[in-house]
C-alpha cells in the first residue's frame, strides 16, 4: 500500500511517499515560496537533489507538481497517481476533539476549523493541503495526525493553567502539547531499545529542534509536556521565547508602543537563542561563534539549563526516570548540548560515555554501562508515524 504523507505549511509544502507494505521510502522533497513564486525539491533515495522553479500560485498548484514529478518516467517513483491508496496528513492542533488519528469527513473537516481558532498559524494551511489533495486526488481516502493528540492522555493536573475555571470552560484554554508524533514514535523505540514493557517505564523525551519540546512518558502514554495552548510555551527555542511571566507581554506593549500582537510576534520569531545572542536561532551558528561571543555562549547555556529543568520537573512527577531521549536535528545532532543537559542530571544516576555521545545518525544508547538512568539518541520519524497511523485506519 502506497501512502502519500503531506505536511502542509503556510508558504510551504513537504510530502513523503512510502510503501506501506515494507515501510520503505519511495520518494520526499518540498514545494516552498507557495503563494510567492514556487520551488520544488524533490529526492528519490540515493539520488541527487532535483531542485526546480516552478509556479506555485496555491497548494492546489503544488500538490498538481508534487503528483506529476512523482509520477515522471525519470524522476517519479510511481507510475500512475492512482497507485497512491491513501493520503495521511499532519494536523497541528486537534483541541480536546482528537485524542486519536481520524479519517477525514466533512464533520471533521468542520471540528478542524473550530481548532482553527487553537492555532492560527497552522490548521489553516493544514485544511488548504488536505482540500488540496481532495481537489487532485478525489476519492483518495485521506487521514488526519494531530500534534496534539498523542498528549490527550496528561491528567488534568497537568493540562490545568492556574486560571479562572471559566477560560477553560468557555475557551477551552488549558495545555494541549505539540510534536505529538514525534515523542510516540521516540518513546515507542526507546521501550524496544530498553526490552521492557512500556507499562514498566518512566521516559522523558526531548524533541529539540527549531521547535522543542519535552514530554514526560510513563507506562507508554503521554502524562505532561512543555508546549501549551500553543507551541510557544516551554523551552526556549530557535526563534520562541518559551516560559516567561505573562506580565512581560503589557510591560513591553507599554514600553516600547506596541501591540499585543506584534509582541506576540517578537515572542515567537524574535525570541529564543536568536534574540538572547543576536546571532542566529542555528544550533550550528551559535556553537561557531560562542568561543568569541558571550551572547551565544549565554544563549547555549540558557537552552541547556531549561531542558534540564524540564527533565528534573519530569522526574519529579513521575517519581523517577528510567530513561531520557534526544531527538529531532538539535537533539539528534548537537553533542555539545546533550552533555551540556547531561551534566545537570548526575543526581538522577545519568552517566554519559563521551565517545558514544559522538556519534550520529543511528539509534544508540550513550550511557556507561552502570549508569542507572539511561540516555538514548533517536532519530525521529513523524512521516513514518503518519503513515503508519493511516494505514491502520485503513485497515
Ligand atoms: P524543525 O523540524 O523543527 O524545523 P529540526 O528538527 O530539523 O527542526 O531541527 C533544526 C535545527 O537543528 C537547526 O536549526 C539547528 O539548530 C539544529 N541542527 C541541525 N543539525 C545540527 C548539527 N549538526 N549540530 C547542531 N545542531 C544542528
Not at 513564486?37 to 498538481?64: C, Q, S, T, Y
Not at 556507561?368 to 503518519?386: D, H, M, S, W
Request: hydrophobic share 40%; charged share 20%.
Amino acid at each position: 500500500m502506497y501512502v502519500l504523507v503531506i505536511n502542509a505549511g503556510s508558504s510551504s509544502l513537504k510530502y513523503q511517499l512510502l510503501d506501506m507494505s515494507n515501510e520503505n521510502l519511495l520518494a520526499k522533497g518540498i514545494c516552498e515560496r507557495i503563494g510567492i513564486d514556487g520551488r520544488l525539491v524533490h529526492e528519490l533515495p540515493g539520488k541527487p537533489k532535483h531542485e526546480a522553479d516552478k509556479p506555485m500560485p496555491n497548494h492546489g498548484a503544488a500538490i498538481a507538481i508534487v503528483l506529476d514529478t512523482l509520477t515522471d518516467a525519470s524522476l517519479g517513483a510511481i507510475k500512475s497517481k492512482d497507485e497512491i491508496k491513501a493520503i495521511g496528513h499532519r494536523v497541528v492542533h486537534g483541541g480536546e476533539d482528537f485524542s486519536d488519528s481520524v479519517l477525514i469527513t466533512d464533520e471533521v473537516m468542520e471540528a478542524l476549523k473550530v481548532n482553527s481558532d487553537l492555532a492560527p498559524l497552522h490548521n489553516p494551511a493544514n485544511i488548504t493541503g488536505i482540500r488540496a489533495c481532495m481537489e487532485n486526488m478525489p476519492g483518495v481516502p485521506q487521514v488526519g495526525v494531530f500534534d496534539t493528540a498523542f498528549h490527550q492522555t496528561m491528567p488534568a493536573k497537568a493540562y490545568l493553567y492556574p486560571i479562572p475555571y471559566e477560560m477553560y470552560e468557555k475557551h477551552k484554554i488549558r495545555k494541549y502539547g505539540f510534536h505529538g508524533t514525534s515523542h510516540k514514535f521516540v518513546s515507542a523505540r526507546a521501550t524496544e531499545m530498553l526490552q521492557k514493557p512500556a507499562k514498566d517505564l518512566k521516559l522523558v523525551t526531548c524533541h529539540l529542534g527549531n521547535g522543542s519540546s519535552v514530554c514526560a512518558v510513563n507506562g507508554g502514554i503521554s502524562v505532561d509536556t512543555s508546549m501549551g495552548l500553543t507551541p510557544l510555551e516551554g523551552l526556549a527555542m530557535g526563534t520562541r521565547c518559551g516560559d516567561i511571566d505573562p506580565a512581560v507581554l503589557p510591560f513591553i506593549m507599554e514600553k516600547e508602543n506596541l501591540t499585543a500582537q506584534q509582541v506576540l510576534d517578537m515572542f515567537n520569531k524574535k525570541s529564543g537563542v536568536l534574540g538572547l545572542s543576536g546571532v542566529s536561532s542555528d544550533f550550528r551558528d551559535l556553537a561557531a561563534a560562542m568561543g568569541s561571543n558571550s551572547r551565544a555562549a549565554d544563549a547555549l547555556e540558557v537552552f541547556a539549563y531549561r531542558v534540564a529543568g524540564y527533565i528534573g520537573r519530569y522526574a519529579a512527577g513521575m517519581n523517577g526516570i528510567d530513561a531520557v531521549v534526544f531527538t529531532a536535528g538539535i537533539g539528534e545532532n548537537d553533542t555539545y548540548i546533550r552533555s551540556k543537559v547531561c551534566e545537570y542530571l548526575t543526581w538522577l544516576g545519568v552517566d554519559i560515555d563521551p565517545e558514544l555521545n559522538g556519534k550520529r545518525g543511528q539509534a544508540i544508547d550513550i550511557s556507561k554501562p552502570g549508569a542507572k538512568t539511561r540516555v538514548l539518541v533517536i532519530p525521529t520519524n513523524e512521516e513514518l508515524v503518519i503513515a503508519r497511523d493511516t494505514k491502520t485506519i485503513l485497515g
